[in-house]
């Protein structure tokens, strides 16, 4: 390719990215965009269960929570929170990591010395809210959506949380976010998560798992199953590439292999390329 076209084509890079903050500024926002599909939110970004540190703190920890072993470490300290050493949160970390990580978490103020060990400042019922969290700001921070987390509607047929929505473009994108593994997922949250997307009809769904474990070997097989149950003609589950699956580039599949930024990034590239004229 020569310089020229090069120069070109980071042009036409530039329009399109400048563009799309345009679009974005002009469209309505996300909870406009709800409220015309018949969805107004009743709760949404519950505070009381986030494992963050101070807001000054917040931009560094959000990049550390790009690292999947620093999320692991992050669940065994809330599991120990009441007294851990650093032998029993070193299960997915070298000794010498793990100690960087509870140096971290002291210097934010997140844990504190206690009884030999170190404990949280404050109880912490699970990670997921944290995860949420995390996926709603990477979706705004790396991919220009406006996203929100922990969603409620009242919705008479069908209740539960919407884990993290974003808008983009004027296209509404729905996440389920599972911070367990898939041995602990069972079919009622497979078939919440279908009642959910047929009740909103987002552009895209994603079933996220934040595991580097392979989805072929339970939750393909639950999806597979879930879609015989709620259709004559099941639609099939593809493989997009390595452990993403889809159904009809609309409905998809990730883990945390490689990265969930990465992941999410080929859900939407995927997505563009089928619905972008």
């Known amino acids: 390719m020569s310089d020229d076209n090069v120069h070109e084509l980071a042009f036409l890079r530039r329009e399109v990215t400048r563009l799309r903050e345009r679009l974005t500024q002009r469209t309505a926002g996300l909870p406009t965009l709800l409220r015309r599909q018949g969805f107004t939110i009743y709760k949404k970004e519950p505070g009381d269960d986030l494992l963050l540190p101070a807001k000054k703190y917040l931009p560094p920890f959000y990049r550390m929570l790009h690292k999947y072993s620093f999320r692991l470490f992050l669940r065994d300290v809330i599991k120990h929170q009441d007294l851990f050493t650093l032998e029993r949160v070193t299960r997915y970390?070298?000794?010498?990591?793990?100690?960087?990580?509870?140096?971290?978490?002291?210097?934010?103020?997140?844990?504190?010395?206690?009884?030999?060990?170190?404990?949280?400042?404050?109880?912490?019922?699970?990670?997921?809210?944290?995860l949420e969290w995390y996926i709603a700001e990477l979706l705004e921070q790396e991919f220009g959506a406006e996203a929100t987390w922990g969603v409620k509607f009242r919705r008479p047929k069908v209740g539960g949380d919407y884990d993290v929505l974003a808008k983009f473009e004027g296209a509404l994108l729905y996440a389920e976010v599972k911070s367990s593994p898939p041995k602990q997922i069972y079919d009622s949250e497979i078939t919440a998560f279908f009642d959910r997307v047929e009740d909103l009809a987002p552009a895209i769904a994603i079933f996220l798992m934040d595991t580097e474990l392979r989805m072929k070997d339970k939750i393909v097989?639950?999806?597979?199953?879930?879609?015989?149950?709620?259709?004559?003609?099941?639609?099939?589950?593809?493989?997009?590439?390595?452990?993403?699956?889809?159904?009809?580039?609309?409905?998809?599949?990730?883990?945390a292999k490689e990265s969930i930024a990465q992941n999410i990034g080929t859900v939407l590239s995927s997505y563009y390329k089928q619905h972008t004229p």
């Open 221 to 255: 097989p639950m999806f597979e199953a879930e879609l015989k149950r709620r259709f004559a003609y099941p639609l099939p589950m593809t493989r997009l590439e390595r452990e993403l699956f889809q159904v009809q580039d609309r409905t998809f599949i990730i883990n």
């Open 93 to 130: 970390s070298t000794p010498d990591v793990t100690r960087g990580y509870v140096d971290y978490l002291a210097s934010v103020k997140l844990i504190h010395r206690a009884g030999g060990g170190y404990a949280l400042r404050r109880p912490i019922r699970s990670f997921g809210s944290t």
